[in-house]
C-alpha cells in the first residue's frame, strides 16, 4: 500500500483542472476550515451528510483518504470530494467485486462530494468527479461510490454522468440508522475500452 500512496501523491501533486470559471485543485490542510463552512451550508440546505459528524473536519479525512480536492470559483472554495481505498465491508466495493469478479481492494470510493447550494449550476460536482476518476484511474483502481437513496439530485449526476448502477445495498451506521444506498461504477474509461 505505501507504493499505492507514494504514487497518488506524485500523480495529484500539481494538477488542476479548470471549466466554468471553475477551478479544482488538491486539497491542502489549511482549507479544512472552509471545507466545513461549505459543508455546514449544504447540510443546512439539502440535509448532507444526513448525520452531522461530530469532528467534520475529521471526517472529512477518514482512514484510507488518498487524496482529496476543492474547486474554487471567484476566489473562494465551492465544493469538495474525497478518494479513499476501499475498506472491510464497504458496499460499492462488494457490489462491483460480485459484478466484475475482481477483487474490492482493486475500487476506489469517491466520497464526500459536495458544492455550495450558491455556486451550483456551473459544472462543480462534475469537473470535481472528474478529477477523482481521473486520480483513482491513474492508480489502477476503479472508481466506485455510494449514495443514498433519498438523495435525488446525487443520483441524477451520476445517471447523467453515465455511471453504471451496480446495485442497491443497505448499510448499518454507528447511529444505530439503517440506510438504503444506491452503488455506482464510473463509466468505462479509454483504457478499459481498447
Request: glycine fraction near 12%.
Amino acid at each position: 500500500m505505501a507504493d499505492l500512496e507514494e504514487r497518488a501523491n506524485v500523480v495529484a501533486s500539481g494538477s488542476s483542472r479548470v471549466g466554468a470559471g471553475v477551478g479544482v485543485r488538491r486539497r491542502r490542510a489549511a482549507d479544512l476550515a472552509d471545507c466545513v463552512r461549505v459543508l455546514a451550508d449544504v447540510h443546512a440546505a439539502d440535509g448532507y451528510p444526513a448525520d452531522w459528524p461530530e469532528r467534520p473536519a475529521a471526517w472529512l479525512t477518514p482512514d484510507g483518504l488518498l487524496a482529496a480536492w476543492v474547486a474554487e470559483a471567484d476566489g473562494r472554495l465551492t465544493g469538495h470530494v474525497g478518494l479513499s481505498r476501499s475498506g472491510p465491508g464497504g458496499v460499492a466495493p462488494g457490489l462491483w467485486s460480485l459484478r466484475t469478479g475482481g477483487r474490492p481492494e482493486l475500487t476506489a470510493v469517491i466520497e464526500r462530494l459536495y458544492v455550495d447550494p450558491r455556486a451550483r449550476g456551473r459544472n462543480t460536482g462534475a469537473l470535481l468527479l472528474e478529477t477523482a476518476v481521473a486520480h483513482a484511474r491513474a492508480l489502477g483502481l476503479h472508481p466506485v461510490l455510494d449514495v443514498l437513496a433519498t438523495d435525488t439530485a446525487a443520483l441524477a449526476l451520476y445517471r447523467r454522468l453515465g455511471w453504471t448502477l451496480l446495485g442497491r445495498g443497505e448499510q448499518h451506521w454507528a447511529s444505530g440508522r439503517t440506510v438504503l444506498l444506491h452503488c455506482f461504477a464510473a463509466p468505462r474509461g479509454r483504457a478499459e475500452t481498447s
